[in-house]
C-alpha cells in the first residue's frame, strides 16, 4: 500500500504531465487555426496536409493518455492505485515511477505482451 507521501507524490507527476499535454494540445488548436495561407504550389499544400496529420496523429495518441491519466488520478482516490488488476499484487514503485498510468504489475505485463505475440495481435 502507498504512502500518503507516496500517493501525493504520484498525484503531482500525474497532473504535472497532464497540464503539460492539455498545454500542448492548446497550443495545437492554435496552430492550426493560424495557419491559413493560400498554398499555389500543390506540393507545398500536400506537405501542409501530411504535417497536419501526423499532428493529429500524435494529439490523438495524447489525447488516450490523458483519458488514462485521469483514469490513475481516479485510481488514487478510491484506493486502487498501484494495485495490478490482473493479480491484485502490488505493483512496483519503480514501475510505477516510469509509468504511473499502469494497471498491471512487470509479470503481468509479460505475460499479456507474449499473449499478444503468439496471438500475432
Do not use: Y
Not at 507545398?44 to 490513475?72: G, H, M, P, Q
Not at 510505477?96 to 500475432?120: H, M, S, W, Y
Amino acid at each position: 500500500m502507498l504512502s500518503e507521501k507516496k500517493k501525493k507524490m504520484f498525484r503531482k507527476l500525474l497532473m504535472e504531465r497532464l497540464d503539460d499535454l492539455l498545454k500542448e494540445a492548446n497550443r495545437t488548436v492554435s496552430g492550426m487555426t493560424d495557419q491559413g495561407g493560400n498554398f499555389p504550389d500543390p506540393t507545398d499544400r500536400a506537405t501542409l496536409e501530411s504535417d497536419r496529420n501526423f499532428t493529429l496523429r500524435i494529439r490523438d495518441r495524447e489525447r488516450k493518455l490523458i483519458a488514462k491519466i485521469n483514469e490513475a488520478l481516479d485510481r488514487l482516490d478510491d484506493g486502487t492505485f498501484g494495485i495490478c488488476e490482473e493479480c491484485g499484487e502490488e505493483i512496483s514503485e519503480a514501475r510505477l515511477k516510469a509509468r504511473p498510468v499502469t494497471t498491471l504489475c512487470i509479470d503481468c505485463k509479460k505475460k499479456q505482451e507474449n499473449l499478444e505475440k503468439v496471438k500475432g495481435l
